[in-house]
């Protein structure tokens, strides 16, 4: 089992950024990828960023430029920085891990950007 505990949402004004964190603990070891996914209410879960235990990255289009995503390595955790929000990030943002076979899922973290 993968634990991921998330933390880092909040409430921002639009233009403003956030850092949010994703800790891993447990049977980290064969873990594929990492990513985040944002679930807006009435939307299904989806991408917004995702990387892979060889560094690649992949962002959803709409947070090209504006959102990063990272690893630290000795900490087992993932970070997305978050820039520029617009109204539309408004969602729960969800840590995952993956591996082959199995995927893991942290609590949530809102994000709440207001104009």
């Known amino acids: 089992q993968v634990q991921l505990v998330e933390s880092g949402g909040g409430l921002v004004q639009v233009g403003g950024s956030l850092r949010l964190s994703c800790a891993a603990s447990?049977?980290?070891?064969?873990?594929?990828?990492m990513g985040w996914y944002q679930q807006a209410p009435g939307k299904q879960r989806e991408l917004v960023a995702r990387i892979t235990s060889g560094g690649r990255t992949n962002y959803a289009d709409s947070v090209k430029g504006r959102f990063t995503i990272s690893r630290d390595n000795a900490k087992n955790t993932v970070y997305l920085q978050m820039n520029s929000l617009k109204p539309e990030d408004t969602a729960v943002y969800y840590c995952?891990?993956?591996?082959?076979?199995?995927?893991?899922w942290g609590q949530g973290t809102q994000v709440t950007v207001s104009s």
């Open positions: 995952g891990a993956f591996k082959v076979g199995a995927n893991y």
């Open positions: 447990g049977s980290i070891f064969s873990i594929i990828a």
